[in-house]
């Protein structure tokens, strides 16, 4: 995938943020649709919403315009 230049030109931390949010958000994804097919539990796409968030709170404390 390409980086987006103004991601690319953030601080390390932003970027690291950055990619943990989309892999975070891909396991949020990933347990909704393992919910919706039966095979999947409320408490797994719940814990994966709450290490998404947790990431995202973490960057915008530091970098929220």
Not at 18 to 32: E, F, G, P, T, W
Request: net charge neutral; charged share 20%.
């Amino acid at each position: 995938s390409q980086a987006i230049p103004e991601v690319v030109a953030q601080p390390a931390d932003f970027r690291q943020w950055m990619a943990d949010s989309v892999a975070q958000a891909a396991k949020l994804r990933d347990a909704i649709a393992a919910y919706k097919a039966g095979s999947g539990t409320v408490e797994a796409a719940d814990g994966a919403y709450k290490a998404l968030s947790k990431t995202c709170t973490a960057c915008h404390d530091v970098y929220r315009n």
